[in-house]
């Protein structure tokens, strides 16, 4: 099954209980653009390589386009729109005035020279900086894509259009971004982790976590976390992954990570495999990397009371009934991930007013945002008698359906 097939169920699931025709669910679920183009690069060496860049459009019912842009070898059509439609179900739920859209190149970050990386980066802006901008769309960092390129995009885009900061968000903090941007993803998980577990009347001290990905999101949802009095007990990243069920000392390990670039071989601690690192008993189980990990064949396995979706679509509808029938909570993606989002539209309304909040400010704001929608996702999963993620889609989806019929089509 693929990306695609995984969030349309979703959405047709929770389509169906609203009552939504057949006509009304194909015009919210069909992409408004999608764009694909050619992108060539002169490497280092001299030699020319073509890429294919995509920025898929789904729907600007409520406002304009958002969501983030992939520098990954397996971007492909399908993956970008499934991606594009969560993040119009995202904005919708947290209830910041956008729709959604996602974009991707086929690449290998790692394998570019930060030169080339620049090049691609600013070729792929000259072919869609018709189709972005701050009232059309507005592209930000997913996996990948960091502050820097962002700047590249804000710097290419100003050549043809002028200076226009907000035609991008998560743009380095000197440079028109926000303060707070970069923790963003990881303190919405971290902190609705925390109200999750309050409402089901479990104790957030000593609680065991297990987190895949130490990257953006993964990191700071551990930061947050162990502050709050977490034990994180096993994490991951691409190289490799470590366990230590004493509880790993989160900014040690931060300090490693930013002398060797992985979690690999921390010491105090034993190495343990991606799978093993999965089906480790906890209290809470957090995937904070790719989409696609929690599948039919391992969620029998997994031993988590519950499961917080840090990564977009990491759960395959298969895995998801299996948790349901098991018992253990999902909290979904489009609202435990939505803290990055959130923060970006901070960043674009500072941008738009040439004014900008400190830290405090976006922090605070970002946990109002959050716990808002985490309020109203837990009143309609409790009256409607559904998962979270029905819950969730419930109000993505109706917020999204109601603006469409008063916009007119
Ligand atoms: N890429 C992030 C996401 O999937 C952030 C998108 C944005 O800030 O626009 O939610």
């Given at each position: 099954?693929?990306?695609?097939?995984?969030?349309?169920?979703?959405?047709?699931?929770?389509?169906?209980?609203?009552?939504?025709?057949?006509?009304?669910?194909?015009?919210?679920?069909?992409?408004?653009?999608?764009?694909?183009?050619?992108?060539?690069?002169?490497?280092?060496?001299?030699?020319?390589?073509?890429?294919?860049?995509?920025?898929?459009?789904?729907?600007?019912?409520?406002?304009?386009?958002?969501?983030?842009?992939?520098?990954?070898?397996?971007?492909?059509?399908?993956?970008?729109?499934?991606?594009?439609?969560?993040?119009?179900?995202?904005?919708?739920?947290?209830?910041?005035?956008?729709?959604?859209?996602?974009?991707?190149?086929?690449?290998?970050?790692?394998?570019?020279?930060?030169?080339?990386?620049?090049?691609?980066?600013?070729?792929?802006?000259?072919?869609?900086?018709?189709?972005?901008?701050?009232?059309?769309?507005?592209?930000?960092?997913?996996?990948?894509?960091n502050a820097?390129?962002?700047?590249?995009?804000?710097?290419?885009?100003?050549?043809?259009?002028?200076?226009?900061?907000?035609?991008?968000?998560g743009?380095?903090v000197?440079?028109?971004g926000?303060?707070g941007r970069e923790e963003a993803?990881g303190?919405?998980?971290?902190?609705?982790?925390?109200?999750?577990?309050?409402?089901?009347?479990?104790?957030?001290?000593?609680?065991?976590?297990?987190?895949?990905?130490?990257?953006n999101?993964?990191?700071f949802?551990?930061?947050?976390?162990?502050?709050?009095?977490?034990?994180?007990?096993?994490?991951?990243?691409?190289?490799?992954?470590?366990?230590?069920?004493?509880?790993?000392?989160?900014?040690?390990?931060?300090?490693?990570?930013?002398?060797?670039?992985?979690?690999?071989?921390?010491?105090?601690?034993?190495?343990?495999?991606?799978?093993?690192?999965?089906?480790?008993?906890?209290?809470?189980?957090?995937?904070?990397?790719?989409?696609?990990?929690?599948?039919?064949?391992?969620?029998?396995?997994?031993?988590?009371?519950?499961?917080?979706?840090?990564?977009?679509?990491?759960?395959?509808?298969?895995?998801?009934?299996?948790?349901?029938?098991?018992?253990?909570?999902?909290?979904?993606?489009?609202?435990?991930?939505?803290?990055?989002?959130?923060?970006?539209?901070?960043?674009?309304?500072?941008?738009?007013?040439?004014?900008?909040?400190?830290?405090?400010?976006?922090?605070?704001?970002?946990?109002?945002?959050?716990?808002?929608?985490?309020?109203?996702?837990?009143?309609?999963?409790?009256?409607?008698?559904?998962?979270?993620?029905?819950?969730?889609?419930?109000?993505?989806?109706?917020?999204?359906?109601?603006?469409?019929?008063?916009?007119?089509?």
């Amino acid at each position: 099954m693929g990306a695609r097939e995984s969030t349309d169920r979703y959405f047709h699931e929770a389509a169906s209980l609203m009552g939504l025709t057949a006509n009304m669910q194909k015009l919210l679920l069909t992409p408004e653009r999608q764009v694909k183009v050619q992108v060539a690069l002169e490497m280092d060496n001299g030699e020319v390589s073509t890429f294919i860049g995509f920025r898929i459009q789904h729907n600007n019912a409520r406002g304009p386009l958002k969501g983030g842009l992939r520098y990954h070898p397996e971007v492909d059509e399908d993956e970008v729109l499934s991606l594009a439609t969560l993040m119009t179900w995202k904005t919708a739920l947290v209830n910041i005035p956008y729709g959604g859209a996602k974009g991707g190149i086929q690449i290998n970050a790692n394998d570019l020279s930060p030169a080339e990386l620049e090049r691609v980066t600013r070729k792929f802006t000259d072919e869609i900086h018709d189709v972005i901008g701050p009232d059309k769309d507005i592209p930000a960092p997913d996996m990948g894509t960091n502050a820097q390129v962002m700047a590249w995009i804000m710097n290419q885009y100003g050549k043809y259009h002028g200076f226009t900061p907000a035609c991008v968000t998560g743009k380095p903090v000197e440079l028109h971004g926000a303060d707070g941007r970069e923790e963003a993803t990881g303190r919405g998980v971290g902190l609705l982790t925390v109200a999750m577990l309050e409402k089901m009347k479990e104790k957030i001290i000593g609680a065991e976590i297990v987190i895949q990905g130490f990257g953006n999101v993964g990191s700071f949802a551990a930061q947050y976390l162990h502050n709050q009095g977490a034990t994180i007990i096993a994490v991951s990243d691409a190289f490799g992954g470590i366990k230590n069920e004493k509880g790993i000392n989160i900014p040690a390990l931060a300090e490693y990570v930013a002398e060797n670039g992985t979690v690999k071989d921390y010491p105090e601690s034993e190495p343990v495999s991606n799978e093993d690192l999965l089906v480790t008993p906890c209290t809470v189980l957090i995937p904070a990397a790719i989409g696609g990990v929690l599948t039919k064949d391992n969620a029998s396995h997994i031993q988590a009371k519950y499961i917080v979706e840090a990564a977009n679509n990491p759960t395959y509808p298969e895995a998801d009934d299996i948790f349901d029938q098991r018992g253990i909570t999902v909290l979904p993606d489009v609202l435990a991930n939505a803290g990055g989002v959130t923060v970006s539209y901070f960043e674009w309304v500072q941008n738009r007013q040439y004014f900008s909040w400190d830290i405090d400010k976006v922090r605070d704001e970002l946990d109002k945002k959050m716990l808002d929608a985490f309020k109203r996702t837990w009143e309609v999963a409790t009256t409607k008698k559904v998962n979270l993620r029905l819950a969730s889609y419930l109000l993505g989806i109706g917020r999204v359906g109601r603006a469409t019929v008063m916009g007119g089509i």
